[in-house]
């Protein structure tokens, strides 16, 4: 198990200030990793990416691994049930940019992704920790064990819960984060606790808090 910070994250529904609604173009930031999920073929979860980095896996309430399917990824927890699901990738330094086209299915919105980058394999404070719900995103970092929430927002119009691919990025300038929710709204933070920790291993959640939760899938993650 990594963490509980998914559900500590969707324990908080109210916005906070610190956050602008923003038009200004992000850092740009090239990606150095990236999968196409919609090219693999169904299965396991393959060895490593499409530029050959190797994935890592950890389960949190669930021991069943995500799978390739119909050209996405999809978590693996079984129907019915709750858990987490933790896909991993080392990028050799500080992750500065972390994302992904992803889709929610039907069901409440206590499902979830997140958008993760940890310090190391062993040590899990994070610079980043932003998770998306069909309903709202949590903004926050991992430190001291636990996720600390930096703020909470509603999506301005509403997330499809058909599966449509939606795309979700996270760029990181210093202490300023900026966040392209799926709704398609960018969003400027800033706050100091963005630049506490280097974080290198990007990681890509998938949370089910709930057996109803909605359910979502990978079409495409990146990382630079």
């Not at 850092?27 to 530029?51: I, K, M, N, Q, Y």
């Not at 509603?154 to 300038?173: A, K, L, N």
């Not at 202490?175 to 709704?183: F, R």
Request: aromatic share 8%; with cysteine.
């Amino acid at each position: 198990m990594l963490l509980g910070g998914a559900a500590a994250a969707l324990a908080a529904c109210a916005g906070r200030p610190g956050t602008e609604r923003t038009a200004a173009p992000p850092p740009d930031v090239p990606v150095t990793l990236s999968t196409r999920w919609e090219g693999r073929p169904d299965g396991p979860l393959p060895d490593a990416g499409d530029e050959g980095v190797p994935f890592a896996l950890s389960l949190s309430g669930t021991t069943e691994p995500p799978v390739v399917r119909g050209g996405t990824l999809v978590s693996g927890i079984p129907a019915g049930s709750a858990g987490a699901v933790y896909v991993l990738q080392d990028l050799g330094r500080r992750v500065q940019r972390i994302g992904a086209r992803m889709g929610f299915g039907p069901g409440a919105t206590s499902g979830s992704v997140a958008l993760v980058a940890f310090a190391s394999a062993t040590d899990l404070s994070a610079h980043c920790h932003m998770v998306f719900t069909p309903d709202r995103w949590i903004a926050g970092v991992v430190a001291d064990g636990g996720v600390v929430e930096i703020d909470t927002r509603y999506h301005e119009s509403p997330v499809p819960q058909d599966g449509r691919p939606v795309s979700v990025d996270v760029r990181f300038d210093g202490t300023t984060a900026y966040v392209q929710t799926p709704d398609g709204v960018r969003h400027t933070l800033r706050d100091a606790r963005f630049g506490r920790t280097d974080g290198r291993v990007a990681c890509w959640e998938f949370y089910k808090d709930t057996p109803s939760s909605a359910e979502a899938r990978f079409h495409e993650t990146w990382a630079g």
